[in-house]
């Protein structure tokens, strides 16, 4: 595509985007200053629903057709629909707080969590090897403590927990990004890719485990009381026993839900079936302290091939497309509220700016370092630091929490652990991130063999 098409495509789009938002912002306020009750879901939920979903699917088409991801469209979406306040247009500004809206945000990232458990392999984790395994270690601990620090020096105000959750915000891997540009390349069956992925899906791991030990240090001292060291063990075994307790008896008793399902000649038992499975999962993570979405990865590791083989007709591949339209719609909802809280007048401010570049690039070093951890000879290393770059809706997931828990500031005052001014910092590094790995990649292993 030559780039006066493609200039003119995204110019067709991105007019068809504000003509959709401007008709239906005013047809909003309308109905706002209509007034009136009305029983069951409210008419401005259908609008704001109506206009996140067009919204993503227009900015995401067209960061797609530049060759980028289209999650970065669905971010880029909400933040101009965040910010339609600065030019005057109010229409927008109660998406940030309808709680129909966040529920259905929150399904999204329960969703997208399950997709990245299903696309993951308990077999192929098993067998990267232990240069996969100290990639990953190396690749969470030095972004976690260089992003400890750069917090420290921009906002030596804010709790040290805080601090501490914004490193977290470096620690995973966003492998569906890489694992495309991998794809894309043919490069998927080299040894460098073997390795970023197997760690990938380790960082991810990982990380999940730290967010479930920041997170309820967070709540211990939002409840006026401490972590011991002994809390932050039961924490971790928590996280450890939920996921190993988990994938034990997925091996044993999901066979057998499978084969009585297919008992069930309906349509759309394997779907509904295996979200029952997820839902249940989240639901008994959240029970034991731990996040949703926790649950929600450990449900789609569990599901393995193995389980799909008594069905007629069906494997995991199925579910993972039938599973793909669920997907599309509530995944771009999450983004788009995420989106949707970045203040950009906040970025009025120049020690913001430099809080973002500093945090960009702890990012970039950080996962920089993880690639001399690998023991193969040979390798390229650099394009394994490349591809671990990254950190995309996964960067998101770990800002979006962090903005809904509270801590009490040195006045007392309860405040979100992300403030709206450290939330777009985060944001700007997860864009960074993700926009500089696939060209970096690709020029990295343009001379690597299969």
């Known amino acids: 595509m030559t780039s006066c098409v493609l200039g003119e495509m995204i110019k067709r789009n991105l007019i068809t985007l504000f003509v959709i938002i401007g008709g239906t912002l005013w047809l909003a306020e309308t109905v706002s200053a209509a007034g009136g009750e009305h029983g069951g879901l409210e008419p401005f939920v259908l609008l704001g629903v109506a206009v996140i979903l067009v919204a993503a699917k227009i900015v995401g088409e067209v960061f797609e057709r530049l060759g980028q991801p289209s999650v970065l469209g669905e971010l880029v979406a909400g933040i101009i629909l965040g910010n339609l306040v600065l030019f005057g247009f109010s229409g927008a500004e109660a998406l940030k707080t309808n709680v129909v809206i966040a529920a259905l945000a929150e399904l999204g990232v329960i969703i997208l969590l399950f997709e990245v458990g299903l696309e993951s392999n308990l077999k192929e984790m098993k067998a990267v090897g232990i240069s996969a395994m100290l990639v990953a270690i190396v690749g969470v601990i030095f972004p976690f403590f260089l992003g400890w620090g750069v917090a420290r020096f921009f906002i030596p105000d804010e709790a040290t927990l805080g601090h501490i959750f914004i490193g977290a915000t470096l620690c995973a891997t966003s492998i569906g990004i890489t694992a495309r540009v991998l794809k894309d390349m043919g490069k998927l069956g080299t040894n460098e890719a073997r390795i970023i992925l197997g760690a990938a899906v380790i960082d991810d791991v990982l990380g999940m485990l730290i967010l479930a030990v920041v997170s309820g240090a967070i709540k211990a001292a939002a409840s006026g009381t401490t972590l011991a060291v002994v809390d932050v ?199 960074v991130t993700t926009l500089i790995t696939p060209p970096a990649l690709k020029w990295s292993m343009a001379g690597s063999k299969r």
């Open 233 to 431: 063990v039961i924490i971790a075994a928590k996280a450890i026993g939920f996921l190993i307790a988990g994938i034990l008896l997925g091996q044993f008793i999901v066979p057998y839900l499978f084969r009585g399902a297919n008992r069930f000649t309906g349509r759309g038992v394997l779907l509904a079936v295996s979200l029952s499975l997820c839902f249940f999962m989240s639901w008994a993570a959240s029970k034991v302290g731990l996040a949703p979405i926790i649950g929600a990865f450990a449900a789609g590791l569990i599901l393995d091939e193995v389980h799909f083989e008594h069905l007629d007709d069906h494997t995991k591949h199925d579910l993972e497309h039938l599973l793909s339209p669920v997907s599309s719609i509530l995944a771009p909802v999450f983004f788009v509220v995420v989106g949707l809280k970045v203040d950009l007048s906040v970025f009025a401010r120049p020690e913001l700016l430099g809080f973002a570049t500093a945090l960009t690039l702890a990012a970039i070093v950080g996962k920089q370092v993880c690639s001399v951890a690998a023991l193969e000879k040979g390798l390229n290393r650099l394009s394994i630091g490349l591809g671990m770059i990254p950190r995309g809706e996964v960067g998101l997931i770990f800002a979006g929490i962090g903005a809904t828990l509270m801590l009490p500031d040195a006045q007392g005052v309860t405040q979100p652990v992300i403030n709206s001014a450290t939330f777009g910092v985060v944001v700007i590094m997860v864009i």
